[in-house]
């Protein structure tokens, strides 16, 4: 692992911005995406001219390119740190709701489950306790390391004070958190992941946002690559990281509706998560159990707690976790704090690349079942992203062979040109955002790679994750 990057410098327009009065700076703030997204806005009223005679390419590059700068006006216009203070925007599903207020320094327990990463665990754990937020008590569970990681944690035990559970027996990280969650009396529980490194005011900062915002029941940090130097690979999906944090999460916080509190660093209300722990650790799908951390999963029952809390907790009404104190369900929103920035290890190689976006994708699948059959519920604006990025993700693998396969088959090679030609497009234009951000970093060159690595590589994982979605293990690395 490498040191802590410094932080990201901000633009001078958005400094300027945050001193101006808030209507006057809303106002600008959407006159000033307008005139950025004008280029892609003329492009797609161009296309859109050209549907007299649709064709499915153009139809699809046109729904694409709508979405594109639908999300980024969003997330541009709407999105609001939630550490600073209190929400403005309104959210219809929790509008006229009572939120009970935590103390304004709640108690904190944060927790992390390591297996065989003797190498890594010491600079995250020093992090975790590097944190400044008060009232924090650090857990690490050891799920049966078998490579000196326990000696590593005794050593910071001691030299630390942090408190250390050794399992005799692998248990997977779901079960290893939920087991050390069995004793936490705190009103806010947070995770964070072993190859990650955390900036000191990242858990402050998130903890403050649920603090101020009793709404909030759970908030995602930042995530960036920390060994974005190793090699093109992982400076492509430090950019990467970068617009789907400050891009995607932050259009589905402007409503309130993150759909996935990120492993990195991921902070809840107690009172919002505790009864569905159990329904977490046994989570089952296809008739097997699910046995990836599956972040999408533990956000989705906060999300979904109208409509889903009550059965879960009657099926596990027995566990410690549900009879000992039954939390009422509530229309919790769900944020992303922007200013919590946390590192984390990306692959530096490809197959440990495509092993983890398995993974990613099968948790998508898994949720789809279970977030898709509510989201609706909570709003045009939550549904439309959510399912949008569903639809998006399904058409990825069959797109990619109508254009890559089949078109070239069929001598349109044209078709195959304007396809990557298009992506290549979406690429650029987060990369434009990506340099608005972070003005004078280079690394934005990078960001339309990864729409075609997307687009050419990792389109065709879905049907893969599909067709095994019953196999999983316990595995980080990102060597």
């Known amino acids: 692992m490498t040191g802590v990057p410094a932080p990201r410098a901000r633009g001078r327009v958005t400094e300027r911005l945050g001193h101006a009065d808030p209507v006057v700076r809303h106002g600008l703030r959407r006159l000033l995406v307008l005139l950025c997204l004008s280029p892609l806005l003329l492009l797609l009223a161009g296309a859109t001219l050209r549907l007299t005679e649709p064709t499915l390419p153009l139809a699809y590059g046109c729904v694409v390119l709508a979405g594109s700068i639908a999300v980024l006006y969003i997330a541009y216009t709407r999105y609001e740190d939630p550490s600073t203070g209190p929400l403005t925007v309104r959210r219809r599903h929790a509008a006229g709701m009572q939120f009970p207020p935590l103390p304004a320094e709640p108690s904190v327990t ?76 705190t009103d806010v529980i947070a995770f964070t992941d072993s190859d990650c490194v955390l900036a000191p005011d990242a858990l402050r900062r998130c903890v403050r946002a649920l ?90 029952y906060v999300l979904g707690q109208p409509w889903k809390g009550r059965a879960l907790k009657a099926r596990y009404a027995d566990s410690p976790f549900v009879a000992a104190e039954d939390f009422p369900e509530r229309p919790w929103q769900v944020g992303y704090v922007r200013s919590a920035e946390v590192w984390t290890d990306v692959p530096a190689r490809l197959r440990p690349l495509l092993r983890q976006q398995v993974r990613w994708k099968k948790s998508f699948i898994r949720n789809l079942v279970f977030t898709g059959g509510f989201m609706w519920r909570r ?38 040109g304007l396809y990557l030609l298009g992506v290549l497009l979406k690429g650029f234009a987060w990369a434009f955002a990506y340099r608005i951000d972070h003005p004078g970093d280079r690394r934005w060159r990078y960001r339309p790679l990864m729409s075609l690595f997307s687009a050419v590589v990792l389109a065709w994982l879905l049907p893969y994750a599909l067709l095994t979605v019953r196999r999983g293990v316990w595995s980080r690395g990102a060597a």
């Not at 690979?233 to 309130?256: M, N």
């Not at 990120?262 to 009172?271: M, N, T, Y």
């Not at 959510?386 to 078109?407: E, N, Q, T």
Request: net charge neutral.
């Open 211 to 300: 603090v101020r915002n009793p709404s909030l029941g759970a908030v995602s940090g930042h995530c960036r690559a920390l060994n974005a130097s190793a090699g093109l690979l992982t400076r492509v999906q430090d950019t990467w990281y970068e617009g789907q944090f400050r891009v995607i999460k932050a259009a589905e916080a402007s409503f309130g509706s993150v759909t996935c509190v990120s492993g990195p660093l991921a902070v809840f209300r107690r009172d919002a998560v505790y009864n569905y722990l159990p329904a977490w650790a046994d989570d089952h799908f296809l008739g097997a159990p699910f046995k990836f951390a599956t972040d999408r999963q533990l956000t989705g």
């Open 379 to 416: 709003g045009a604006g939550p549904a439309t992203l959510f399912y949008g990025h569903v639809l998006w993700v399904l058409a990825a693998p069959v797109l990619a062979f109508v254009h890559l396969i089949r078109a070239p088959l069929h001598g349109a090679f044209l078709l195959t």
């Open 110 to 185: 944060f927790l992390l489950a390591v297996k065989d990463e003797v190498d890594g665990i010491e600079a995250c754990v020093r992090s975790m306790v590097a944190s400044d937020c008060p009232r924090v008590r650090v857990t690490v569970i050891d799920d049966h390391s078998c490579d000196g990681t326990a000696d590593v944690l005794r050593r910071l035990r001691d030299e630390l004070g942090i408190t250390v559970i050794h399992l005799d027996e692998n248990l997977g990280k779901k079960q290893a958190l939920v087991t050390a969650c069995a004793g936490v009396d």
